[in-house]
């Protein structure tokens, strides 16, 4: 009996040694990646996956999240990437609308259904969260005690004059993460409410750039004082010595950064074996390196967690006050940019001409009241909050249709030029014109 219990053993440990070596000898030799991540984060999944699996080389294909889709799109007769990886799950929306990816459901345990209001996994099995983010605001505490600014709270926080040409942004036609952000505070304070806030905020921007990583490469160098980020950027430079610190406004959403399976991926048990670890608690734990800091979907992962992360599934306020709507955010995704870009991004000289002119006069109002100037100023601030459009239309498929994502210098078709021409024109004599009032309302006084 005992020579039959040792014999067992040996078969079982022998067949678990042979399953593990066919598991690995079944993965194709190597899996493409497109992503918009950085190498902070791909490269250590890629150095782990590889020492898990030595048989399979990863190749990442590094492509801002607008370029990755145009890519995956002209590509899919011939398709030769298995995953596309990146942060914006409208994005995703985009590709599985089109038919560019294929379902997978993750055999993983213990994964969060939910990650603040929003489901971890798409429900039908398109793509996979991997990781939370949130978005609000990220702050350099030596720039804030050398020019004695407050720390901020609230986005409403950024729309004071003592935040004047200290805040900075990126594009959100250049940054999926922006567009997010956006989109969190017109969903959660409403269009017109939303925009005003976002109009107000920018008035106090030093600069709007181009990719996503120079806000807090300009935050951690004190070029400026303020950013407006993903969280993980927060994170991330804390966690690396930066004098930062990060801030959730209430007015924000937690969304899944997620992963996805192209459609005739050409290394698909890879790109499956990839999924799967990024799911493990092994994969997981990797988001807490210094160069990552992301919060994991799986609940158990936070045993490990480093200082400085917050638990979104112990707090529960974070992300609480928006119900992100993808969907919504997808089907005027374009639009939303073009309209951030003609009244902001290109307009931004004249948006903080008017603003400094609206904070100089209510300065002079406070000294020496006056009805006449109060009425004045309201007036110019209301001029600088208004939009062009109004949701209803911003939410119509036959106008949101005609904006298509461009490549830097490419132009765009017709009908989104001239709109973009009314648009920009709106946008110049709001601005001119409110300038103009609060420059009246201030030699009133």
């Known amino acids: 009996k005992r020579s039959h219990r040792v014999l067992a053993r040996l078969v079982c440990a022998a067949a678990l040694i042979f399953a593990t070596s066919v598991s690995a000898v079944a993965l194709e030799d190597k899996l493409v990646i497109v992503t918009s991540f950085s190498k902070d984060l791909t490269g250590p999944y890629q150095k782990a996956f590889q020492q898990k699996y030595p048989g399979t080389k990863v190749e990442i294909l590094n492509k801002q999240t607008n370029a990755g889709i145009k890519y995956l799109q002209e590509t899919a007769s011939n398709n030769q990437t298995d995953l596309f990886w990146a942060s914006a799950p409208d994005a995703f929306e985009v590709l599985k609308n089109e038919k560019l990816l294929q379902p997978y459901r993750p055999k993983a345990a213990g994964i969060a259904e939910k990650i603040g209001a929003f489901p971890v996994h798409n429900p039908e099995g398109y793509y996979s969260g991997f990781a939370a983010s949130g978005y609000g605001i990220m702050y350099n505490t030596r720039y804030m005690t050398a020019k004695k600014l407050p720390n901020p709270k609230e986005w409403s926080d950024l729309e004071k004059p003592v935040y004047f040409d200290h805040v900075a ?56 004082g303020l950013g407006i980020v993903i969280d993980f950027f927060g994170f991330s430079s804390a966690a690396s010595g930066f004098p930062v610190e990060f801030v959730y406004p209430t007015v924000t959403t937690l969304v899944p950064a997620n992963i996805g399976v192209v459609k005739n991926a050409p290394h698909p048990r890879a790109a499956e074996a990839f999924i799967e670890f990024l799911l493990s608690p092994e994969g997981q734990e990797i988001l807490f390196e210094k160069s990552i800091m992301r919060l994991p979907v799986l609940p158990a ?145």
């Open 169 to 224: 942004i990126s594009a959100p036609s250049r940054s999926g993460t922006t567009h997010l952000t956006i989109e969190a505070i017109l969903q959660g304070e409403g269009w017109d409410k939303g925009w005003a806030t976002i109009k107000a905020m920018a008035g106090n921007f030093a600069q709007v750039t181009e990719r996503s990583f120079g806000v807090p490469d300009g935050v951690n160098s004190g070029t400026f």
């Open 301 to 445: 992962a936070y045993a490990k967690a480093p200082p400085g992360i917050p638990n979104p599934f112990k707090d529960t306020s974070i992300g609480a006050a928006v119900k992100f709507d993808t969907v919504l955010s997808e089907s005027r995704y374009n639009l939303v940019n073009s309209l951030f870009d003609q009244t902001i991004t290109y307009r931004l000289n004249d948006l903080k001409a008017a603003t400094k002119a609206i904070y100089e006069a209510e300065a002079a109002l406070a000294k020496k009241p006056n009805a006449a100037a109060k009425t004045l100023i309201a007036e110019a601030r209301a001029l600088i909050a208004a939009t062009p459009i109004k949701e209803a239309e911003a939410n119509d498929p036959k106008l949101a249709g005609a904006f298509k994502t461009l490549e830097k210098g490419q132009k765009p078709a017709e009908r989104q030029a001239q709109i973009e021409e009314r648009w920009d024109a709106f946008a110049k004599s709001s601005y001119a014109k409110a300038k103009d009032l609060a420059e009246k309302a201030r030699k009133m006084l």
